[in-house]
């Protein structure tokens, strides 16, 4: 755990202090604040629907199902359990360009909702057009994105961030295998049974 510790505080501080510029703290607070996350996701909402109509609702129901479990697994469980102070509370060099959260930091919500969504949108997007591939490929940048800004201005560790990726992730396609699974197994039976009835 020691060493673990150690590796996340090289990385932190390789990020937090050396790898920053005066116009990439601006970038990087605007990504990490609600405003522009919640404009970047009603532009990817309304791509969404009016790309796929009726399916496209579906596939937002899904993203925002995921990103909700995998907020529940990082904020409900992990962090109470974990209990694991952030870095700008525990690391004197720590630059903080945000109000400290006052919630634990493991694991980072931020990286697991962000994941989550893209997660659903990659899977929902596989195989199509060169239209689809590019608009997951932004999706899955903006979440990696997200995930870096939570480091950048010193509210996570390196392994909070890669843990809510990986919860996320692991939310997204748990999501979608199980929604899958319902839908043809409970929803196209329950038709076909009716339509044989009929």
């Not at 930091?105 to 893209?118: E, G, K, L, P, R």
């Amino acid at each position: 755990m020691e060493l673990l510790q150690q590796a996340d505080e090289l990385f932190l501080k390789l990020v937090n202090r050396h790898l920053v510029h005066p116009a990439a703290d601006h970038f990087m607070v605007s990504v990490s604040s609600p405003g522009l996350s919640g404009a970047v996701v009603l532009l990817a909402a309304l791509f969404v629907v009016v790309y796929r109509g009726k399916q496209g609702v579906l596939i937002l129901f899904l993203a925002v199902l995921a990103a909700c479990a995998a907020g529940v697994v990082t904020s409900g469980i992990l962090k109470p359990l974990a209990g694991r102070p952030r870095p700008c509370f525990e690391l004197e060099w720590c630059r903080l360009l945000i109000e400290a959260p006052r919630s634990f930091s493991f694991a980072s919500t931020h990286a697991s909702v962000s994941a989550a969504s893209a997660a659903v949108i990659r899977i929902c997007f596989t195989g199509g057009g060169l239209t689809e591939r590019l608009f997951s490929g932004v999706a899955i940048g903006y979440a990696l994105i997200v995930s870096w800004s939570r480091m950048y201005v010193g509210v996570h560790y390196p392994s909070d961030v890669l843990a809510g990726i990986l919860i996320g992730a692991g939310c997204g396609a748990v999501v979608y295998l199980c929604c899958s699974w319902w839908f043809k197994n409970v929803v196209q039976v329950g038709y076909l049974r009716n339509a044989k009835r009929g």
